[in-house]
């Protein structure tokens, strides 16, 4: 329960959970760049129904807070890859894969492991709404956490994308089916804005939401924002992770998540439960599809990138290259998949082609 003052409206509050993927055939994660995907999990309880929501997460993290300035990196997207009301079906998009392809045979995506379980809400606050969190497990955050920028307790401003406007760095969804399929009331809440605050929690409910979370605080926040979000005292026996998403003990390292560190390769149980994936559903396929009913982000090809990039001279900072590949992209057909995914890649300063191919395949 969360408790409000006059300054703060409770949108919603429920239980939340973050989950990161090792990369494909990785053995031991050790750092963001041995991690294919990162996750949050949302459980609420809304009326007699559950509702749960998986979420992937842009950059593999958390946004940046900090205090003073802004960065690039205290904003990110997250993307719905599933809605439903049985935590089973989230358990089961967390659980390893494997898939065959031509060229290199069988591979393997490990599961997904916890690194991170709290109470979280959506408060409207100030004329905006933010996405406010309490950390229970691990009690306190370690090496796991930091790489994932998740804090003991932080909050974001959290708004829903206009899925009928183009937002340079969002993919825009051509295909119909491809957008989320918001009822007649929902979609005139945006009129023609690019972005709404979430208001009504029925928003985050629809597979292909798109969301924008900008870094807003990572101390004192139930003080800020003048709510009292009621954590609970965790342990390995209480854990939500267990109860809610019926997540089993023997199928999970649960080192990240009672610790704080990353499992060593002797931690990591093999999980008798795989989920075999089609040409439709591994990286690189048609789909592309990893951990969701949707594909949650398309590989882009190098060749597309390499296109986009010809004649650039380097070295260059990130967002100069951003700026080149947006001078050229009378070049490809379809620009937007490949410049949302220059967009992502990691800010420094590349030397070589071969850096920024490299960058990019780390995003796929």
């Not at 591994?282 to 592309?288: A, F, I, R, S, T």
């Not at 420094?348 to 995003?363: L, P, S």
């Amino acid at each position: 329960m969360v408790k409000e003052n006059k300054n703060s409206k409770d949108i919603e509050h429920g239980d939340i959970f973050f989950f990161y993927r090792p990369k494909i055939d990785s053995k031991e994660v050790k750092e963001l760049g041995d991690v294919q995907r990162f996750y949050m999990v949302t459980a609420l309880e809304q009326g007699e129904e559950d509702v749960y929501r998986l979420f992937l997460l842009g950059q593999k993290q958390l946004p940046e807070i900090v205090e003073g300035k802004s960065t690039s990196k205290e904003r990110n997207w997250a993307l719905n890859v599933l809605t439903t009301s049985n935590p089973e079906d989230i358990h089961k998009e967390l659980l390893p894969a494997e898939y065959t392809t031509e060229t290199k045979g069988e591979r393997r995506i490990g599961t997904a492991t916890p690194a991170g379980e709290g109470k979280y809400s959506i408060v409207k606050h100030h004329g905006h709404t933010e996405l406010a969190y309490i950390l229970e497990l691990p009690k306190v955050p370690g090496p796991t956490q930091r790489e994932f920028e998740i804090k003991s307790e932080a909050s974001y401003i959290i708004s829903v994308k206009n899925p009928d406007i183009q937002v340079p760095g969002f993919a825009a969804f051509s295909a119909q089916d491809k957008k989320p399929r918001y009822p007649k009331h929902l979609k005139e809440m945006f009129g023609n804005r690019r972005w709404i605050d979430v208001e009504n929690p029925e928003l985050l409910n629809y597979e292909n939401t798109q969301l924008l979370l900008i870094g807003a605080r990572k101390k004192d926040v139930q003080e800020e924002l003048g709510i009292d979000i009621e954590e609970e005292k965790e342990s390995q026996r209480s854990a939500d992770l267990f109860k809610e998403l019926h997540i089993r003990r023997e199928q999970v390292p649960l080192k990240p998540i009672f610790e704080g560190k990353f499992p060593k390769k002797e931690d990591i149980p093999v999980s008798a439960e795989v989920k075999k994936l089609g040409k439709d559903q591994y990286p690189g396929g048609k789909g592309g599809k990893v951990g969701g009913k949707v594909a949650a982000a398309r590989a882009v090809s190098a060749a597309a990138v390499a296109k986009l990039l010809s004649g650039i001279s380097l070295p260059k900072k990130k967002d100069e290259v951003i700026a080149y590949a947006k001078k050229n992209k009378g070049k490809l057909d379809k620009v937007e998949e490949v410049l949302e995914t220059i967009n992502e890649i990691p800010n420094k300063t590349y030397h070589t082609m071969a850096e920024v191919e490299k960058a990019v395949g780390e995003i796929r």
